[in-house]
Nanobody
Framework: QVQLVQSGGGLVQAGGSVRLSCAGS????????MGWFRQAPGKEREFVAA????????YYADSVQGRFTISRDNDKNTGYLQALMLKPEDTGLYYC?????????????????????WGQGTQVTVSS
């Protein structure tokens, strides 16, 4: 099982930005679909963004479209989520995850249960 280690996040004012990183333990993470999810207190974990194994396609939740950018560097087995123009409603615990890349359709990458490896989570708090 690939291990994912997250870094980044923290406390930021509304309108600010953060960059989250997700480092995979071995090459398997670079051949997998990578997704980012978040969970606010009292709410279910929700899809934020995903990127195909080769970086050719990216997908975003409507709520972050135009503000967040997902990317990856397979040479470093690392994925990133750049979040700009943050809003208080973006507050939550952010998780990266990977899934096998045999289905990278828009519907598949949004299915939380399809992801097999998860990072430890990193808190992003946006103050108003």
């Amino acid at each position: 099982q690939v291990q994912l280690v997250q870094s980044g996040g923290g406390l930021v004012q509304a309108g600010g930005s953060v960059r989250l990183s997700c480092a995979g333990s071995d090459f398997r993470s670079s051949t997998s679909t990578m997704g980012w999810f978040r969970q606010a207190p009292g709410k279910e974990r929700e899809f934020v963004a995903a990127i195909t194994w080769n970086g050719g396609m990216v997908y975003y939740a409507d709520s972050v479209q135009g503000r967040f950018t997902i990317s990856r560097d397979n040479d470093k087995n690392t994925g990133y989520l750049q979040a700009l123009m943050l809003k208080p409603e973006d507050t939550g615990l952010y998780y990266c995850a990977t899934k096998p890349a045999w289905d990278e359709s828009g519907d598949s990458v949004r299915q939380i249960f399809a992801y097999q490896a998860w990072g430890q989570g990193t808190q992003v708090t946006v103050s108003s």
